[in-house]
Structure formats: C-alpha cells, structure tokens
Nanobody, 118 residues
Framework: QVQLVESGGGLVQPGGSLRLSCAAAGTRLGAFTMGWYRQAPGQQRELVAQITDITSGARTNYADSVKGRFTISRDSAENTMFLQMNSLKPEDTAEYFC?????????WGKGTQVTVSS
C-alpha cells in the first residue's frame, strides 16, 4: 500500500508563492508517474501537473492554466515530489492532491488546502 502525505498548503496573497510537498511511505516512487490534482468547491478535480517515472526521463506536463507559473519535480533520494507554485492567483484556490500511478493502480493523498486571497 502506498501512503502519500501532502504538506505546504496555506494562505497566500495574489502574486505570492507556495511549495507543496508529497512524501511517500510504503514503497519507493521511482517507477510511478506522479501528479498533482486540484479541486475547487463546486468544481471537478483537474490535473495540474504530472511527472513521469525516472526511467522514462521524468518528463513533465502542465495544465495550460499553470504553465510558466508552476513547476513539478521529484527527489528520488527523499522519495518526495514537489510543486513549486509562483505568481499565484485567486483562481488557484483549491484543495491540492498528490497522486502516484503505476499501471492500473492509482494512489491518492488526502490533500492540502491552498487559498490565494488578499
């Protein structure tokens, strides 16, 4: 069983930055495709950013709404994934979830709240 724990959320002013972390327990994550999703109240959960497994070159892709502002990365030694979020906007306000996927199996964290407001 893969356990994922997100941290780093909080309240930030528009234009500010936050760095989310996703720490894993139970297995090494090198073979997993990792990702960040978010869900705002009344909205569907959406993919924010994704990074492939190490052997595939850790390729990244982003939702158009966050391109140029967010950066996803992974640290194999620490078994952790990150989402650096810059130039935050009020519309980035949501619960952010970490995922790890291997084949048909997808694991989710419990989420961390990000609120962008003045």
């Amino acid at each position: 069983q893969v356990q994922l724990v997100e941290s780093g959320g909080g309240l930030v002013q528009p234009g500010g930055s936050l760095r989310l972390s996703c720490a894993a327990a139970g297995t090494r994550l090198g073979a997993f495709t990792m990702g960040w999703y978010r869900q705002a109240p009344g909205q569907q959960r959406e993919l924010v950013a994704q990074i492939t497994d190490i052997t595939s070159g850790a390729r990244t892709n982003y939702a158009d709404s966050v391109k140029g502002r967010f950066t996803i990365s992974r640290d194999s030694a620490e078994n952790t994934m990150f989402l650096q979020m810059n130039s935050l906007k009020p519309e980035d306000t949501a619960e952010y979830f970490c995922t790890a996927q291997l084949g048909e199996y997808q694991f989710w964290g419990k989420g961390t709240q990000v609120t962008v407001s003045s």
